[in-house]
Protein backbone atom coordinates (compact mmCIF):
# COMPACT_ATOMS: atom_id res chain seq x y z
CA UNK A 1 0.00 0.00 0.00
CA UNK A 2 3.09 2.11 0.85
CA UNK A 3 4.50 2.06 -2.68
CA UNK A 4 0.70 2.47 -4.27
CA UNK A 5 0.61 5.58 -2.16
CA UNK A 6 3.73 6.49 -3.87
CA UNK A 7 3.01 6.40 -7.18
CA UNK A 8 0.11 8.45 -6.56
CA UNK A 9 1.82 11.09 -5.06
CA UNK A 10 4.81 10.95 -7.97
CA UNK A 11 1.96 10.88 -10.49
CA UNK A 12 0.31 14.13 -8.90
CA UNK A 13 3.79 16.23 -9.22
CA UNK A 14 4.18 14.97 -12.21
CA UNK A 15 0.77 15.80 -14.00
CA UNK A 16 1.59 19.16 -12.37
CA UNK A 17 4.64 19.61 -14.31
CA UNK A 18 3.32 18.17 -18.00
CA UNK A 19 0.35 20.93 -17.51
CA UNK A 20 3.01 23.50 -17.11
CA UNK A 21 5.09 22.79 -19.75
CA UNK A 22 2.23 21.77 -22.05
CA UNK A 23 3.16 18.33 -22.68
CA UNK A 24 0.96 14.94 -22.27
CA UNK A 25 1.34 13.45 -19.44
CA UNK A 26 0.80 9.69 -20.59
CA UNK A 27 4.74 9.32 -20.89
CA UNK A 28 5.06 10.89 -17.74
CA UNK A 29 3.09 8.37 -15.93
CA UNK A 30 4.41 5.47 -17.77
CA UNK A 31 7.96 7.01 -17.09
CA UNK A 32 6.91 7.18 -13.09
CA UNK A 33 6.61 3.51 -13.31
CA UNK A 34 9.49 2.27 -15.16
CA UNK A 35 11.38 4.54 -12.13
CA UNK A 36 9.17 2.86 -9.39
CA UNK A 37 8.81 -1.10 -10.80
CA UNK A 38 10.90 -3.56 -11.21
CA UNK A 39 13.04 -2.22 -14.11
CA UNK A 40 14.12 0.78 -11.76
CA UNK A 41 14.05 1.07 -8.28
CA UNK A 42 11.59 -1.61 -7.38
CA UNK A 43 10.03 0.60 -4.63
CA UNK A 44 6.45 0.04 -6.33
CA UNK A 45 4.76 -3.86 -7.02
CA UNK A 46 1.88 -4.71 -8.75
CA UNK A 47 -0.74 -6.46 -6.69
CA UNK A 48 -4.66 -7.20 -6.69
CA UNK A 49 -5.25 -3.96 -5.53
CA UNK A 50 -3.06 -2.38 -8.27
CA UNK A 51 -4.66 -4.56 -10.95
CA UNK A 52 -8.39 -4.33 -9.42
CA UNK A 53 -7.72 -0.21 -10.26
CA UNK A 54 -5.88 -0.70 -13.22
CA UNK A 55 -9.32 -2.74 -14.62
CA UNK A 56 -10.62 0.17 -13.46
CA UNK A 57 -8.84 2.15 -15.47
CA UNK A 58 -9.14 0.65 -18.88
CA UNK A 59 -12.91 0.16 -18.72
CA UNK A 60 -13.18 3.58 -18.18
CA UNK A 61 -11.08 4.99 -20.57
CA UNK A 62 -13.09 2.62 -23.25
CA UNK A 63 -16.03 3.69 -21.94
CA UNK A 64 -15.29 7.33 -22.34
CA UNK A 65 -14.48 6.01 -25.91
CA UNK A 66 -17.36 4.75 -26.74
CA UNK A 67 -19.32 8.23 -25.12
CA UNK A 68 -17.01 10.32 -27.81
CA UNK A 69 -17.65 7.64 -30.58
CA UNK A 70 -20.31 9.94 -32.72
CA UNK A 71 -21.70 7.63 -35.52
CA UNK A 72 -23.09 11.29 -36.74
CA UNK A 73 -20.20 12.71 -37.64
CA UNK A 74 -19.71 9.83 -40.22
CA UNK A 75 -23.10 9.83 -41.63
CA UNK A 76 -22.61 13.80 -42.68
CA UNK A 77 -19.39 13.37 -43.86
CA UNK A 78 -18.69 9.51 -45.00
CA UNK A 79 -16.75 9.90 -48.36
CA UNK A 80 -14.03 12.29 -46.32
CA UNK A 81 -14.30 9.76 -43.54
CA UNK A 82 -13.63 6.61 -44.92
CA UNK A 83 -11.21 8.23 -47.46
CA UNK A 84 -8.55 9.71 -44.59
CA UNK A 85 -9.31 6.44 -42.26
CA UNK A 86 -8.55 4.26 -44.94
CA UNK A 87 -5.36 5.81 -45.92
CA UNK A 88 -3.94 5.79 -42.34
CA UNK A 89 -5.06 2.23 -41.89
CA UNK A 90 -3.70 1.08 -45.03
CA UNK A 91 -0.41 3.15 -44.43
CA UNK A 92 0.41 2.98 -40.63
CA UNK A 93 -1.09 -0.51 -39.80
CA UNK A 94 0.64 -1.87 -43.61
CA UNK A 95 4.06 -0.39 -42.19
CA UNK A 96 4.05 -1.33 -38.59
CA UNK A 97 2.88 -4.74 -39.34
CA UNK A 98 5.41 -5.34 -42.25
CA UNK A 99 8.12 -3.89 -40.39
CA UNK A 100 7.47 -5.80 -36.99
CA UNK A 101 7.51 -9.11 -38.99
CA UNK A 102 10.54 -8.12 -41.00
CA UNK A 103 12.20 -7.37 -37.60
CA UNK A 104 11.36 -11.29 -36.21
CA UNK A 105 8.31 -10.85 -34.31
CA UNK A 106 5.31 -13.69 -34.52
CA UNK A 107 2.19 -12.77 -37.37
CA UNK A 108 0.24 -12.36 -33.80
CA UNK A 109 2.71 -10.02 -32.14
CA UNK A 110 3.26 -8.06 -35.76
CA UNK A 111 -0.67 -7.76 -35.92
CA UNK A 112 -0.36 -6.27 -32.67
CA UNK A 113 2.11 -4.03 -33.02
CA UNK A 114 0.24 -2.78 -35.89
CA UNK A 115 -2.64 -2.11 -34.44
CA UNK A 116 -0.60 -0.05 -31.49
CA UNK A 117 1.36 1.73 -34.80
CA UNK A 118 -2.02 2.58 -36.35
CA UNK A 119 -4.23 4.12 -33.19
CA UNK A 120 -3.52 7.45 -32.38
CA UNK A 121 -4.51 9.19 -28.35
CA UNK A 122 -7.56 10.48 -29.11
CA UNK A 123 -7.14 12.08 -25.60
CA UNK A 124 -3.98 13.77 -26.33
CA UNK A 125 -5.12 14.83 -29.84
CA UNK A 126 -7.84 16.58 -28.77
CA UNK A 127 -6.39 18.43 -25.83
CA UNK A 128 -3.57 19.38 -28.33
CA UNK A 129 -5.98 21.04 -30.30
CA UNK A 130 -7.90 22.75 -27.83
CA UNK A 131 -4.33 24.12 -25.81
CA UNK A 132 -2.79 25.36 -29.30
CA UNK A 133 -6.19 26.82 -30.39
CA UNK A 134 -6.40 24.77 -33.53
CA UNK A 135 -9.78 23.18 -32.60
CA UNK A 136 -11.36 25.48 -35.50
CA UNK A 137 -8.70 24.50 -38.19
CA UNK A 138 -10.14 23.17 -41.38
CA UNK A 139 -7.41 20.17 -40.64
CA UNK A 140 -8.81 19.82 -37.30
CA UNK A 141 -11.73 18.45 -38.71
CA UNK A 142 -10.17 15.99 -41.10
CA UNK A 143 -7.97 14.65 -37.84
CA UNK A 144 -11.28 14.16 -35.84
CA UNK A 145 -12.67 11.92 -38.85
CA UNK A 146 -9.68 10.03 -39.23
CA UNK A 147 -9.91 9.20 -35.10
CA UNK A 148 -13.18 8.47 -35.24
CA UNK A 149 -12.16 6.38 -37.83
CA UNK A 150 -9.48 4.78 -35.71
CA UNK A 151 -12.09 4.07 -33.09
CA UNK A 152 -14.13 1.68 -35.06
CA UNK A 153 -11.57 0.48 -35.87
CA UNK A 154 -10.15 -0.58 -32.78
CA UNK A 155 -13.66 -2.16 -31.63
CA UNK A 156 -13.06 -4.39 -34.88
CA UNK A 157 -9.25 -5.09 -33.51
CA UNK A 158 -10.73 -6.06 -30.18
CA UNK A 159 -13.26 -8.26 -31.44
CA UNK A 160 -10.97 -10.40 -33.63
CA UNK A 161 -8.07 -10.60 -31.21
CA UNK A 162 -10.97 -11.93 -28.16
CA UNK A 163 -12.88 -14.16 -30.36
CA UNK A 164 -9.07 -16.12 -31.62
CA UNK A 165 -10.30 -19.04 -29.44
CA UNK A 166 -13.81 -19.21 -29.52
CA UNK A 167 -16.43 -20.82 -31.58
CA UNK A 168 -17.03 -17.94 -33.72
CA UNK A 169 -20.59 -18.48 -34.74
CA UNK A 170 -21.62 -19.07 -30.63
CA UNK A 171 -19.11 -15.76 -30.27
CA UNK A 172 -20.68 -13.64 -33.11
CA UNK A 173 -24.38 -14.64 -31.27
CA UNK A 174 -23.61 -13.76 -28.01
CA UNK A 175 -21.94 -10.46 -29.17
CA UNK A 176 -25.04 -9.29 -31.30
CA UNK A 177 -28.07 -10.38 -28.34
CA UNK A 178 -25.83 -8.38 -25.87
CA UNK A 179 -25.42 -5.23 -28.44
CA UNK A 180 -29.22 -5.89 -28.97
CA UNK A 181 -29.60 -5.72 -25.19
CA UNK A 182 -27.77 -2.71 -24.32
CA UNK A 183 -29.02 -0.37 -27.49
CA UNK A 184 -32.31 -1.81 -26.31
CA UNK A 185 -32.23 -0.63 -23.14
CA UNK A 186 -30.64 2.65 -24.28
CA UNK A 187 -33.10 3.33 -26.66
CA UNK A 188 -36.66 2.72 -24.95
CA UNK A 189 -35.03 3.38 -21.14
CA UNK A 190 -34.19 6.72 -22.69
CA UNK A 191 -36.55 9.04 -20.64
CA UNK A 192 -35.62 7.36 -17.20
CA UNK A 193 -31.66 7.32 -18.10
CA UNK A 194 -32.40 11.09 -18.77
CA UNK A 195 -34.57 11.54 -15.32
CA UNK A 196 -31.01 9.62 -13.68
CA UNK A 197 -28.68 12.28 -14.94
CA UNK A 198 -31.27 15.09 -14.03
CA UNK A 199 -30.93 14.61 -10.33
CA UNK A 200 -28.31 16.83 -8.32
CA UNK A 201 -27.71 13.93 -5.68
CA UNK A 202 -24.92 11.25 -6.09
CA UNK A 203 -27.21 8.83 -7.55
CA UNK A 204 -26.14 9.78 -11.26
CA UNK A 205 -22.66 8.96 -10.24
CA UNK A 206 -23.26 5.83 -9.13
CA UNK A 207 -25.45 4.62 -11.44
CA UNK A 208 -22.57 5.76 -14.26
CA UNK A 209 -19.95 3.57 -12.08
CA UNK A 210 -22.69 0.76 -11.58
CA UNK A 211 -23.40 0.52 -15.35
CA UNK A 212 -19.71 0.16 -16.36
CA UNK A 213 -18.38 -2.51 -14.12
CA UNK A 214 -22.42 -4.35 -14.27
CA UNK A 215 -21.80 -4.38 -18.02
CA UNK A 216 -17.93 -5.93 -17.57
CA UNK A 217 -19.16 -8.49 -15.14
CA UNK A 218 -22.18 -9.65 -17.46
CA UNK A 219 -19.57 -10.11 -20.41
CA UNK A 220 -17.00 -11.94 -18.35
CA UNK A 221 -19.94 -14.34 -17.13
CA UNK A 222 -21.00 -14.67 -20.70
CA UNK A 223 -17.18 -15.02 -22.01
CA UNK A 224 -17.38 -11.66 -24.66
CA UNK A 225 -14.80 -9.37 -24.29
CA UNK A 226 -15.74 -6.45 -21.59
CA UNK A 227 -13.88 -4.05 -23.08
CA UNK A 228 -15.78 -4.51 -26.74
CA UNK A 229 -19.30 -4.12 -24.39
CA UNK A 230 -17.81 -1.32 -21.89
CA UNK A 231 -17.40 0.63 -25.13
CA UNK A 232 -20.89 -0.19 -26.66
CA UNK A 233 -22.76 0.66 -23.91
CA UNK A 234 -20.46 4.10 -23.96
CA UNK A 235 -21.86 4.56 -27.67
CA UNK A 236 -25.21 3.43 -26.79
CA UNK A 237 -25.32 6.02 -24.07
CA UNK A 238 -24.34 8.58 -26.22
CA UNK A 239 -27.63 8.61 -27.83
CA UNK A 240 -29.27 9.97 -24.48
CA UNK A 241 -27.11 12.82 -22.81
CA UNK A 242 -23.38 12.19 -23.62
CA UNK A 243 -22.24 15.33 -22.16
CA UNK A 244 -23.85 14.26 -18.66
CA UNK A 245 -22.44 10.93 -18.89
CA UNK A 246 -19.03 11.98 -19.63
CA UNK A 247 -19.08 14.69 -16.51
CA UNK A 248 -19.88 11.72 -14.48
CA UNK A 249 -17.35 9.28 -15.45
CA UNK A 250 -14.61 11.38 -16.19
CA UNK A 251 -13.75 11.53 -12.30
CA UNK A 252 -13.45 7.66 -12.59
CA UNK A 253 -11.59 7.83 -16.10
CA UNK A 254 -8.89 10.95 -15.03
CA UNK A 255 -7.97 8.95 -11.78
CA UNK A 256 -8.12 5.03 -12.37
CA UNK A 257 -6.44 5.75 -15.85
CA UNK A 258 -3.10 7.24 -13.90
CA UNK A 259 -2.96 3.98 -12.04
CA UNK A 260 -3.13 2.14 -15.39
CA UNK A 261 -0.65 3.89 -16.89
CA UNK A 262 1.77 3.99 -13.84
CA UNK A 263 1.31 0.35 -13.13
CA UNK A 264 1.54 -1.20 -16.81
CA UNK A 265 4.82 1.24 -16.11
CA UNK A 266 5.62 -1.06 -13.03
CA UNK A 267 5.32 -4.07 -14.90
CA UNK A 268 7.99 -3.88 -17.50
CA UNK A 269 10.76 -5.41 -17.05
CA UNK A 270 13.81 -4.72 -19.42
CA UNK A 271 15.93 -7.74 -18.74
CA UNK A 272 13.09 -10.24 -21.11
CA UNK A 273 15.15 -9.84 -23.80
CA UNK A 274 14.45 -6.46 -25.88
CA UNK A 275 16.46 -5.44 -28.70
CA UNK A 276 16.74 -2.11 -28.39
CA UNK A 277 17.98 -1.21 -32.25
CA UNK A 278 14.79 -2.80 -33.18
CA UNK A 279 12.72 -0.28 -30.45
CA UNK A 280 14.36 2.36 -32.51
CA UNK A 281 13.46 1.60 -35.57
CA UNK A 282 9.75 0.78 -34.81
CA UNK A 283 10.13 4.06 -33.00
CA UNK A 284 11.25 6.20 -35.65
CA UNK A 285 8.92 4.21 -38.63
CA UNK A 286 5.72 5.09 -36.38
CA UNK A 287 6.67 8.79 -36.91
CA UNK A 288 7.69 8.58 -40.59
CA UNK A 289 4.73 6.13 -40.87
CA UNK A 290 2.38 8.94 -40.12
CA UNK A 291 4.08 11.37 -42.19
CA UNK A 292 3.36 9.16 -45.47
CA UNK A 293 0.06 8.88 -44.24
CA UNK A 294 -0.98 12.29 -43.47
CA UNK A 295 0.87 13.46 -46.41
CA UNK A 296 -1.11 11.28 -48.42
CA UNK A 297 -4.43 12.59 -46.69
CA UNK A 298 -3.42 16.12 -47.09
CA UNK A 299 -3.10 16.54 -50.50
CA UNK A 300 -5.71 14.11 -51.30
CA UNK A 301 -8.84 15.80 -49.34
CA UNK A 302 -7.85 19.27 -48.72
CA UNK A 303 -4.96 19.06 -52.43
CA UNK A 304 -1.93 20.73 -49.94
CA UNK A 305 1.16 19.31 -48.50
CA UNK A 306 1.14 21.67 -45.91
CA UNK A 307 -1.79 20.58 -44.60
CA UNK A 308 -0.52 16.83 -44.49
CA UNK A 309 2.10 18.60 -42.41
CA UNK A 310 -0.32 19.89 -40.05
CA UNK A 311 -2.67 16.59 -39.88
CA UNK A 312 1.12 14.17 -39.02
CA UNK A 313 2.12 17.28 -36.48
CA UNK A 314 -1.03 16.63 -34.40
CA UNK A 315 -1.18 13.15 -34.76
CA UNK A 316 2.36 11.54 -34.16
CA UNK A 317 1.15 10.78 -30.56
CA UNK A 318 0.22 7.30 -30.00
CA UNK A 319 -1.47 6.61 -26.00
CA UNK A 320 -3.98 4.78 -24.35
CA UNK A 321 -5.42 2.43 -26.78
CA UNK A 322 -1.93 1.36 -27.58
CA UNK A 323 -1.36 0.62 -24.17
CA UNK A 324 -4.32 -1.17 -23.82
CA UNK A 325 -3.51 -3.40 -26.93
CA UNK A 326 -0.25 -4.06 -25.06
CA UNK A 327 -2.01 -4.85 -21.72
CA UNK A 328 -4.89 -6.98 -23.20
CA UNK A 329 -2.70 -9.19 -25.77
CA UNK A 330 1.24 -8.12 -25.74
CA UNK A 331 3.80 -10.18 -24.33
CA UNK A 332 6.53 -8.94 -22.09
CA UNK A 333 8.83 -8.13 -25.00
CA UNK A 334 5.51 -6.19 -26.90
CA UNK A 335 4.78 -4.54 -23.91
CA UNK A 336 8.03 -2.89 -23.38
CA UNK A 337 8.33 -2.02 -27.81
CA UNK A 338 4.54 -0.59 -27.07
CA UNK A 339 5.40 1.63 -24.06
CA UNK A 340 8.85 3.05 -25.43
CA UNK A 341 6.54 3.97 -28.90
CA UNK A 342 4.10 5.54 -27.15
CA UNK A 343 6.47 7.46 -24.60
CA UNK A 344 8.93 8.62 -27.64
CA UNK A 345 5.82 9.75 -30.31
CA UNK A 346 4.16 11.40 -27.21
CA UNK A 347 6.75 13.80 -26.75
CA UNK A 348 7.90 14.79 -30.17
CA UNK A 349 4.13 14.61 -31.14
CA UNK A 350 3.84 17.39 -28.43
CA UNK A 351 6.23 19.64 -29.79
CA UNK A 352 5.58 19.26 -33.54
CA UNK A 353 1.44 19.80 -32.45
CA UNK A 354 2.71 23.23 -30.45
CA UNK A 355 5.33 24.53 -33.18
CA UNK A 356 3.40 23.32 -36.33
CA UNK A 357 2.69 26.98 -37.04
CA UNK A 358 6.56 27.72 -37.08
CA UNK A 359 7.15 24.64 -39.22
CA UNK A 360 4.60 25.51 -41.94
CA UNK A 361 5.53 29.21 -41.88
CA UNK A 362 9.15 28.32 -42.43
CA UNK A 363 8.55 25.85 -44.95
CA UNK A 364 6.84 28.79 -47.13
CA UNK A 365 9.41 31.33 -46.46
CA UNK A 366 11.77 29.03 -47.93
CA UNK A 367 9.50 28.72 -50.56
CA UNK A 368 9.09 32.31 -51.53
CA UNK A 369 13.01 32.75 -51.18
CA UNK A 370 13.59 29.95 -53.46
CA UNK A 371 11.29 31.31 -56.55
CA UNK A 372 12.58 34.87 -56.17
CA UNK A 373 15.83 33.45 -57.23
CA UNK A 374 14.76 31.77 -59.71
CA UNK A 375 12.70 34.22 -60.77
CA UNK A 376 14.06 35.57 -63.91
CA UNK A 377 15.53 38.76 -64.27
CA UNK A 378 13.99 41.28 -67.38
CA UNK A 379 16.35 44.17 -68.10
CA UNK A 380 15.86 47.35 -69.97
Known amino acids: ?18 KYLSIPAIPFYIIAGIILGKAGFGIVHSDEISQFFSNMGL ?17 ANPS ?8 GLTVDMGIGFAAAYLLGFSLMEAFIVGAAFY ?32 DLVLIIILAVLSASDQNLLLFAVKIA ?21 ERNDEIPILFTFAAVLTTASIALYLEIPETLMVITLGAAFATTDPDAFEQHARPFRD ?43 GLVI ?34 TTIATMVI ?32 PHTGR
Do not use: Q
Not at 59 to 75: C, D, T, V, Y
Not at 177 to 197: C, D, N
Not at 257 to 268: A, L, Y
Open 1 to 18: MEGFIIALFVCMVLALIS
Open 59 to 75: LFLLFFMGLELKLERII
Open 80 to 87: KVLTGGLI
Open 119 to 150: ITSTAIIITSLIENRKLMSVEAETIIWVTVFE
Open 177 to 197: LALALIYGISFYGKEFLVSIL
Open 255 to 297: VFMVIFFVFFGVTIDFASGVNWSIVAIICVLAILSKLISSMII
Open 302 to 335: HHSALSGLEIWSNMICRGEFSIALAVLYGSPIIA
Open 344 to 375: VTSIVGSFTAKYSTWMRRGILNHSRKKALLHR
